[in-house]
């Protein structure tokens, strides 16, 4: 969980984020798009810590 105290984990972030709602827009199948669009809670959920943390 190192990864989320450096400073690359937020545009990392944000790209994956963007990605999995972008596959769960284009998603051909009911299952994929449901997939993708929990894929994209977590990516969130994992951003907002992210920002939430402290700066130190």
């Known amino acids: 969980m190192r990864f989320f105290h450096s400073r690359a984990a937020m545009p990392v972030l944000i790209v994956l984020l963007l990605a999995t709602i972008t596959a769960a827009g284009l998603a051909t199948s009911w299952t994929l798009s449901i ?4 894929s994209s809670a977590v990516l969130a959920a994992a951003l907002f810590a992210t920002l939430m943390q402290d700066a130190d």
């Open 35 to 38: 997939v993708m669009w929990l």
